[in-house]
């Protein structure tokens, strides 16, 4: 509740949500063995909360969930979700059938740019991986060329 931004509510003390139990009546009919049908009145009554697991994009990283809801709100404080944050909170679920939104978002982190840095990582790495398919199909080759001379 710390780092919520729901606001105080008047007469309760900071991070205090109230939770109250919701209670419904119906009417059912009950039969007993060789008796005819009686109307009975139930109240129900019960707290309206869904057990449910909670984690962050990092803690979820590598994972398929079978069902998620995503808040992709960014959070308090200075740093903002970056496109990996949300790259990976919305990647999580099988499909995009099994995948909810929390809550509407903003679309500004959607339209960051990378990371210059990275972006010029990203082709080192690119350049080094060619330059070690080359060097591995010349192995072949040369590995190929000394077999046939030994015969």
């Known amino acids: 509740m710390h780092r919520t931004r729901a606001s105080q509510l008047e007469g309760l003390e900071a991070a205090v949500v109230p939770v109250e139990p919701i209670e419904s009546r119906m009417q059912i009919e009950v039969s007993y063995a060789g008796k005819p049908p ?7 009554r019960q707290f309206p909360i869904t057990a449910a697991y909670a984690f962050t994009d990092y803690r979820s ?10 808040d992709i709100m960014s959070p308090p404080g200075p740093k903002p979700l970056s496109l990996f944050n949300l790259y990976v909170a919305l990647s999580r679920s ?6 909810r939104l929390q809550r509407d978002f903003e679309d500004r982190p959607f339209l960051v740019q990378h990371n210059p840095e990275l972006l010029a990582h990203d082709e080192y790495l ?3 991986d060619s330059q070690t398919k080359t060097w591995w199909a010349s192995m072949r080759v ?3 060329e000394e077999a046939q001379t030994r015969n």
């Open 126 to 128: 690119e350049k080094l």
């Open 142 to 144: 040369e590995g190929r």
């Open 61 to 70: 990283q590598g994972q398929t969930i079978p069902a998620v809801i995503v």
């Open 94 to 99: 099988s499909g995009r059938e099994t995948i």
């Open 38 to 44: 009686m109307k009975r009145s139930v109240r129900r």
